[in-house]
Each structure stands twice: as C-alpha cells, then as structure tokens.
C-alpha cells in the first residue's frame, strides 16, 4: 500500500486522477483540462497497473491529525508541497519531518512532489527547496528519499513518479 500526503489543497486527488489516466489502456500522452476535484474528507483509494496493480490511499489533508493511523500496511509514502504556497512551508515541514521519524515508516522509500510548478510564485522553487532544508532532511533521514517537481495540472514531472514507482517494485522494502 502506498499512502499519499501533504497539506489540503496540495493537488493529491488531481495527482491520483492524472496518474489513473495515464497507466490506463488508451493512456494517450494528451491530459486535457483538468477534472474536477473536491476536498477528500477522509481517505480515497485509487488502484493503478504499474506491472502489476498498486494501490494508493489518499488522505485528505484535513485529516492530517489522524494520518498516523495508516502508516501500519504502508511500504511508501508520497508527500506532497505545493510549491507555489510558501504560507504552508513550516507546517508542511513539520508533517513531513514527523512522517519520517515514524517507527512504522523506518524503511518506508518516500518520494516527495513539489507539485504546480506551472503557477508563478514570487519565490523560486530553489528558495523553497532551502527554506524547506530539505538538503538536510534527506541526509539526516534513515529513508530512501527522492524529490520529484510536477504539475498536476499540465502533467510535468507525472512519467517521473511512475518511474519511482515502479522502482518501488523491484525494492521489496
Ligand atoms: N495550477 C495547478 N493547480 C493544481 C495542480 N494540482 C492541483 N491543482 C488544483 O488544486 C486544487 C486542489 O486539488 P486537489 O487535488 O483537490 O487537492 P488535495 O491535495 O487532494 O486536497 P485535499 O483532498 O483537501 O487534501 C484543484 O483545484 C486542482 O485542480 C497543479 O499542479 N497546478
Ligand atoms: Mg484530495
């Protein structure tokens, strides 16, 4: 099982649906206009055929207080920033540094998304990255971790993830 965080409004569902439609039969290359999506209040499951089918737990960013509870049937986390929102660095900072101090996830590999890159932020995605420190979190962390910058909305970065997915595949971790 792979759990899917980051703060509400970060673009998880968006990542899901995208993901969805790009492992699908007619998987064209050719996104679209983004569908819809609302606020998951609670947790929404998504199975994906990436040599063989995964499944991907979402959990809505409100429910950040209990996200602790699903880490026990969890083999890799994905969080998610969203990268044009300096306002949610601390708080995102936090949750990420809790989720990787988390005895259930000791040997979680963990992939974090710097997700809407395509929007303008008055601080670049370098700023962020420093501001984050997110330098000293990969070295100090006892998980794999790797850092992928996506769009959800304009499919920048998405063929990465399933890369790292798949690489997920072949690590029985
Ligand atoms: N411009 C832009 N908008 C995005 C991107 N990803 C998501 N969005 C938009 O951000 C809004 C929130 O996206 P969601 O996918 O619902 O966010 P979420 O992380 O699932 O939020 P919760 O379920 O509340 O935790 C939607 O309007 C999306 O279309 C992106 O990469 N770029
Ligand atoms: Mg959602």
Redesign the pocket.
Known sequence: MYLLL?A????????VKRLQKLCSKDGSRDLGE?PP????VGTNLTDLLIQKKITIR?L???MGPIWSSYYGDCSSVLF?IDAANPTQISSSCVQLLSLLSAEQLASASVLILF??I??PCYMSLVEMKSLFRIQDIISCANQPITVVE????DGTGLPDVLQWLRSTLKDPS
């Not at 509400?8 to 990542?15: A, E, H, I």
């Not at 996506?150 to 909305?153: G, L, M, V």
């Open positions: 980051g509400s409004g970060v673009g998880k569902t968006l990542l983004p999506t609302l606020p998951t979402e809505g960013g409100c998610m997700n809407k395509d929007l996506t769009s959800a909305r």
